[in-house]
């Protein structure tokens, strides 16, 4: 067993490696390679939308072919998908890169946790998961830190390009390794499980449906995606706006800062924020109005963006956590709907994410980045006022 933990530590740390090599150059990558903003928002759309719809069928698909094949599956995707974008100029290609990397990203989410979970089960091992998780949680963003500031700081300061290709190579050689180590995944006969896969999605589509016929759960569904709609601007495109405020290339120094930021946002609500026992919704709704303010100096004022971006990051991280929270504590009152009520709210996110990267990418084309930003934070934060009337009264109502 302490063999299959190792290669678990081992691999999940390898794929965040190769993650964050390249993740933070994307939006560069595709400005350096000559597309519009229009074409690179269709291509996170694309990404979004494949992810969501991948996502549902992957714990089938592994049970049909085993995590090794998966695995291997999703490595192998990932790194044509990686090499292909790195190098075309291409819209069409482009967008089937999207895709490959969108499957990729689907049959890996999750796989490897689910996999040590009930190998630890199954052996009766006396291992904490929690604890074996909490290991995960230093170890990888710590190489991952380190893979983002090299990747984007050294190798691709001149050639955005390169950390694209190694992290490529380096999905390969976790291929290959995934494929020769003895010992770890335990060899599963295939199995045909596709009506399955049909009657999951059947499943899902009449989940979605049913939560969303509670109108209080889906007005709140609905608020609870703004701050997601706030971030579509500057959690893309932060790369160019840094270089047009700062006027020198410091993507790779920048990373650590957000790392550093997301941290701080997760101590600073567990040591402080929830110790004040506070109504969630209303810390919530004073979060996101800090938030607003912020993108509005920001889209305002550009050479302040270096500091307040990453005030924005540490708010965006503490609304996230508030956000989910509130969703499993006080949304959720049967406890038997709680995967597929909080399965929904994500598809709804991704779905208005999918559809609205694209706008995204033409107004910045059409008017700049910082002036869409600016209307995305305006919209949003009407949209939010607006809904969280709604919620106040549905609340009183039910009183």
Do not use: C
Not at 5 to 33: C, D
Request: hydrophobic share 55%.
């Amino acid at each position: 067993m302490n063999w299959k933990i190792k290669n678990f530590y081992l691999i999940m740390t390898v794929e965040t490696i190769a993650e964050q090599m390249f993740v933070s150059l994307t939006y560069l990558l595709l400005i350096y390679l000559g597309y519009s903003m229009t074409e690179i928002g269709l291509l996170l759309a694309t990404f979004t939308a494949t992810t969501m719809v991948a996502e549902i069928p992957s714990g089938i698909l592994v049970d049909s072919i085993g995590e090794k094949r998966v695995m291997s599956l999703s490595f192998l995707l990932r790194a044509i998908g990686l090499f292909f974008m790195a190098g075309t100029r291409n819209i069409v290609v482009l967008i089937l890169t999207a895709v490959l990397t969108g499957l990729a990203v689907s049959l890996s989410s999750g796989t490897l946790q689910s996999w040590i979970v009930n190998e630890i089960k199954e052996a009766n091992a006396p291992y904490d998961i929690a604890q074996v998780f909490s290991n995960l949680k230093i170890i990888g963003p710590f190489f991952g830190l380190l893979s983002g500031f090299v990747g984007a700081q050294f190798l691709g300061k001149d050639n955005p390009a390169i950390p694209f290709y190694v992290a490529s190579a380096i999905l390969i050689g976790l291929l290959v390794y995934v494929q020769l180590v003895p010992n770890v995944f335990k060899p599963r006969p295939r199995q045909n499980h596709w009506g399955q896969i049909k009657q999951v999605y059947r499943e899902t589509v009449v989940n979605l449906i049913e939560a969303l016929k509670d109108s209080r759960i889906l007005l709140y569904f609905i608020m609870f995606s703004i701050p997601a709609v706030l971030d579509l601007g500057p959690s893309n495109q932060w790369q160019v706006i840094l270089g047009d405020a700062v006027q020198e290339y410091i993507v790779g120094y920048y990373i650590i800062g957000i790392g550093l930021a997301t941290i701080l946002s997760n101590l600073f609500l567990s040591k402080v924020l929830l110790k004040k026992k506070m109504d969630m919704v209303a810390l919530i709704d004073r979060v996101l109005l800090l938030d607003v303010v912020t993108l509005l100096v920001i889209s305002f004022y550009l050479p302040v963006f270096p500091y307040l971006f990453l005030f924005h990051v540490f708010l965006v991280g503490i609304n996230g956590t508030l956000i989910i929270t509130y969703i499993h504590e006080k949304l959720i009152k049967q406890d038997h709907l709680r995967t597929s009520l909080v399965s929904s709210f994500y598809s709804l996110q991704a779905l208005a994410s999918s559809l609205l990267l694209t706008v995204n990418g033409y107004l910045s084309d059409l008017i700049g980045i910082s002036k869409t930003w600016l209307a995305f934070t305006l919209i949003s934060i009407l949209v939010f006022l607006a809904l969280r009337g709604l919620t106040a009264r549905k609340e009183e109502s039910q009183a």
